[in-house]
Nanobody, 118 residues
Framework: QVKLVESGGGLVQAGGSLRLSCAAS????????MGWFRQAPGKDRELVGS????????SYVESVKGRFTISRDNAKNTVYLQMNSLKPEDTAVYYC???????????WGQGTQVTVSS
């Protein structure tokens, strides 16, 4: 069982930056691919981006490309989401999730609120 705990959310003005962290309890963390999702009020959950187990391959939804960066430190069992040039439409609860191989994301954090004011 992988336990994930997000941190780093908060209130920021448009154009600002935040760095989210997701700490994993699993000592085999480096075996998992990780994803960052978000869900805004009244909207479906959206995959923001993902990173493979080695950390050498990432992908992003078009709306955050060039602004968000996912990275991981397997020695610290932690994955990060660096968010720059934030926009009000980035406001959402952000979740990290883990999966093994091609399986669905089966482990989820509790989420952290990000609010971007205009």
């Amino acid at each position: 069982q992988v336990k994930l705990v997000e941190s780093g959310g908060g209130l920021v003005q448009a154009g600002g930056s935040l760095r989210l962290s997701c700490a994993a309890s699993e000592r085999f963390f480096s075996s998992y691919s990780m994803g960052w999702f978000r869900q805004a009020p009244g909207k479906d959950r959206e995959l923001v981006g993902s990173i493979n187990w080695r950390g050498d391959s990432t992908s992003y939804v078009e709306s955050v490309k060039g602004r968000f960066t996912i990275s991981r430190d397997n020695a610290k069992n932690t994955v990060y989401l660096q968010m720059n040039s934030l926009k009000p439409e980035d406001t959402a609860v952000y979740y990290c999730a883990a999966r093994l191989g091609a399986h669905e994301y089966g482990f989820w954090g509790q989420g952290t609120q990000v609010t971007v004011s205009s």
